[in-house]
T-cell receptor
Framework: AQSVTQLGSHVSVSEGALVLLRCNYS??????LFWYVQYPNQGLQLLLK??????LVKGINGFEAEFKKSETSFHLTKPSAHMSDAAEYFC???????????FGTGTRLQVTL | NAGVTQTPKFQVLKTGQSMTLQCAQD?????MSWYRQDPGMGLRLIHY???????DQGEVPNGYNVSRSTTEDFPLRLLSAAPSQTSVYFC??????????????FGPGTRLTVL
């Protein structure tokens, strides 16, 4: 079975500050890991993904995430928050057979002036 | 290339009514899925399909039916609507690589209210 835990349902940062959204996963096989972003009243769009190879992956809008197998983590970071980053962020895992994608419960990012 | 399309965008039903949410994709993806999104619960998988003629249940399948007669279409049927089915529904599709679901492309969602 596979699962995802996102720590913190709400995160608030100042504009220009570091963004850190936490994601831990559970999987019995090597996982594919994803971060998606959802802006108000819209569907989800892919920020970045890890499949195999380089453990530090870069995505759109200056976001990046690092796959740490020993910590079963895939935390999302951005060095400097922008007001336009305010949205809900979802971590997800796909772990082999059955090809199902399992989502975390999401983290709402608020960016303040 | 329209991606993933869903209809309708909004729907209000009365308890006990049935309806079908439509989903179509034009990317020739094998994998299609339906999620519901409720506040504080993330996205929960209702049903999914790994190809035409093949469907399976997700986390919350009760009260919903699906079929996949073509690669492109994956309709979701609500058999007898209940207020607990008030939610936002998303359809998504992706390719399958080595047994793994790759990047999922999402439709714009259907906001369903059951009175």
């Amino acid at each position: 079975a596979q699962s995802v835990t996102q720590l913190g349902s709400h995160v608030s940062v100042s504009e220009g500050a570091l963004v850190l959204l936490r994601c831990n996963y559970s999987s019995s096989v090597p996982p594919y890991l994803f971060w998606y972003v959802q802006y108000p009243n819209q569907g989800l769009q892919l920020l970045l993904k890890y499949t195999t190879g380089a453990t530090l992956v870069k995505g759109i809008n200056g976001f990046e995430a690092e796959f740490k197998k020993s910590e079963t983590s895939f935390h999302l970071t951005k060095p400097s928050a922008h007001m336009s980053d305010a949205a809900e962020y979802f971590c997800a895992v796909s772990a082999g057979t059955a090809s199902k994608l399992t989502f975390g419960t999401g983290t709402r990012l608020q960016v303040t002036l | 290339n329209a991606g993933v399309t869903q209809t309708p965008k909004f729907q209000v039903l009365k308890t006990g009514q049935s309806m079908t949410l439509q989903c179509a994709q034009d990317m020739n993806h094998e994998y299609m899925s339906w999620y519901r999104q409720d506040p504080g619960m993330g996205l929960r998988l209702i049903h999914y399909s790994v190809g035409a003629g093949i469907t399976d249940q997700g986390e919350v399948p009760n009260g919903y039916n699906v079929s996949r007669s073509t690669t492109e279409d994956f309709p979701l049927r609500l058999l007898s609507a209940a207020p607990s089915q008030t939610s936002v529904y998303f359809c998504a599709s992706s390719s399958i690589a080595g047994g793994y679901t790759d990047t999922q492309y999402f439709g714009p969602g259907t906001r369903l209210t059951v009175l």
